[in-house]
């Protein structure tokens, strides 16, 4: 805890300096298990812009949903800490949006209805929020869907209306842990586009967790990449793509050329091996 | 017929399927009634025409028509003790949720209460019950209460165990979730975790009732002075088979309306898409 009372006083001493949105300071998070300590995260600094659309990229197990758990103030940190807008996170943040790689929707709670549990949360008032939250589902493809429950729908319209539950307050910030790893590829593509439209109208600021590298580059200002257990920081990659970025930008050289870099960067690292 | 056929458009090919749909769900709902019927009927005839065939003295197993006789003959003694015995079962019953559902919320909610608690309410339940009947008549009497008691004895367990495994058995994210979104202990309670072990605890609750009418049952054996228990003690005493063959019935039509009150209530309080999803909890007792 005397870590937290420094960077307490480092904030205070910065005061209003601190432009960034989001910063992380020398994360490190060890779980303890029957078997010794294993490390998730080493170490970890970063910051992200506000209206910055940043991803964290790296294999399984590198600890990047952990930074995300840590970063929206759901679990601790072993060492370290995280700064929104100067603020120590010491609990959940209640701003923001959380969408996990399952729906989690409330079986009982029909679409609409899962996604008014947000409103409820927040008190929000009935009738405004349920219009924006018909709006949200409308324009990720879900009207006349609204009072479907979860089970009679399909696996990227549960994805969807788990969005826009993270959506309908108005987040200051978005974080998405893996949202799109149990959908097929198609499916895959589409909520990607889905996304890129819904950041574009709002430019709220994303931390976006993914293993996948096309979709990384696809929707991201910038990529950091992480190294494989314990996660560290690899490389941050700015990418320089113009927006709105289209299914045959995927095409260009430049997509290519950073596609190439964060494979690369894999292969030296023994995550992927070419035999 | 193949080979005459034009190409069916598919708007032909929807209303075809969905008519053929709607023939086997009517035939389906038809048969879910018509069937049990059917063979109860078949299991009663060959009961009558076997036991007149081969002439069993009605002392040992009387056919269904002496059975009607008898309960005809003795209905508002019948209904009387059925009254008696429904008692007993709903007060056991709904003192077993009393208890039941504020123990299982203490065990949830308190790890070191539920590690004190858990080997006695075990050993509670290896303990036969039945033997305790007795007990219960020294210490209460032979009216309402130890009936009530024994009742309540058998069926609470089930509704402590599914109601403590529904609360705890919940997806982390979706608890992560409602911490995010701001729900405090309460309202996280309430909208989630509650709704969430429902389809459990209504299990426990459906098996409880059928363990309500055994305990009750058991209470009028051991001391009794009216209650369908108690005409069965009798009309065995009495070497009444019939009777007793009423008495069954009576219990019977009891156990089988209480379960189906609880249906209704758990298809009131549980869409039913979710119901039984929960199936899991059981095991784990």
Redesign the interface.
């Known amino acids: 805890m005397t870590d937290l009372g420094l960077a307490r006083a480092a904030a205070r001493a910065s005061g209003a300096a601190d432009q960034d949105y989001l910063r992380v300071d020398n994360l490190s998070k060890v779980y303890a298990t029957r078997d010794g300590p294993v490390r998730a995260l080493d170490q970890v600094s970063l910051k992200a812009r506000r209206g910055e659309f940043l991803t964290i990229l790296g294999p399984s197990g590198c600890g990047k949903s952990t930074l995300l758990?840590i970063a929206?103030?759901?679990i601790p940190a072993s060492s370290g800490v995280v700064f929104v807008e100067g603020q120590v996170v010491d609990k959940?943040?209640?701003d923001?949006g959380?969408v996990?790689q399952?729906a989690?929707l409330?079986?009982?709670r029909t679409a609409l209805g899962n996604v008014m549990?947000?409103a409820?949360?927040?008190k929000l008032d009935h009738a405004v929020a349920e219009r924006r939250a018909r709006e949200l589902l409308a324009s990720v493809g879900l009207a006349g869907f609204e009072d479907k429950?979860p089970?009679e729908l399909s696996g990227g319209m549960r994805q969807r209306v788990s969005i826009c539950r993270a959506l309908v307050h108005n987040p200051r910030q978005l974080l998405m842990d893996e949202p799109f790893g149990a959908l097929d590829a198609l499916t895959r593509d589409q909520l990607v586009l889905d996304l890129q439209k819904l950041w574009n109208e709002t430019r709220m600021t994303v931390l976006f967790i993914t293993h996948s590298v096309a979709e990384a580059v696809f929707l991201s200002d910038r990529v950091v990449v992480m190294t494989p257990r314990p996660g560290k920081i690899d490389r941050v990659i700015d990418i320089d793509l113009p927006r709105p970025r289209t299914l045959a930008m995927r095409e260009t050289q430049r997509f290519a050329d950073y596609n190439r870099e964060i494979l690369d960067l894999f292969l030296a690292r023994g995550v992927l091996r070419e035999h | 017929m193949a080979d005459e056929s034009r190409a069916l458009t598919i708007e032909d090919v929807e209303a075809s399927v969905q008519q053929s749909l709607a023939r086997r769900e009517s035939r389906a709902r038809r048969s879910a009634i018509f069937y049990p019927i059917v063979v109860l009927a078949a299991v009663l005839a060959v009961w009558e025409a076997g036991t007149r065939a081969f002439g069993v003295p009605a002392f040992l197993l009387p056919p269904p028509s002496v059975i009607a006789q008898s309960l005809a003959a003795h209905w508002s003694l019948v209904l009387q003790y059925s009254w008696a015995t429904s008692l007993e079962i709903l007060l056991g019953y709904s003192l077993s949720i009393v208890v039941g559902v504020p123990l299982a919320l203490a065990i949830f909610l308190w790890p070191p209460f539920a590690r004190s608690i858990y080997p006695l309410l075990v050993s509670s339940q290896a303990m036969p019950k039945v033997a305790v009947a007795p007990l219960f008549i020294v210490w209460f009497g032979f009216g309402l209460v130890p009936k009530v008691l024994i009742a309540f004895m058998i069926a609470f367990f089930p509704i402590v165990i599914d109601t403590a495994v529904g609360l705890g058995s919940i997806?982390p994210?979706?608890i992560?979730?409602?911490?995010?979104?701001?729900?405090g202990a309460t309202?996280t309670f309430f909208?989630?975790r509650l709704?969430?072990a429902l389809p459990s605890i209504f299990g426990g609750l459906k098996i409880a009732i059928t363990l309500a009418v055994v305990g009750a049952v058991v209470g009028e054996f051991v001391g009794g002075d009216k209650g369908l228990g108690y005409l069965l003690m009798v009309a065995n005493g009495s070497m009444d088979t019939p009777l007793l063959f009423a008495g069954l019935v009576g219990l019977t039509v009891l156990g089988v309306g209480f379960y189906l009150l609880i249906e209704v209530a758990e298809s009131l309080a549980?869409?039913r898409?979710?119901r039984g999803?929960h199936g899991a909890a059981r095991e784990s007792m």
């Open positions: 758990m929206s103030g759901l959940p943040r209640t923001i959380i996990f399952s989690v409330l079986e009982w549990l947000q409820e949360a927040k429950y089970h | 997806e994210e979706k992560y979730l409602a911490r995010s979104m701001g729900f309202a909208k989630i709704p969430n549980v869409p898409h979710i999803s």
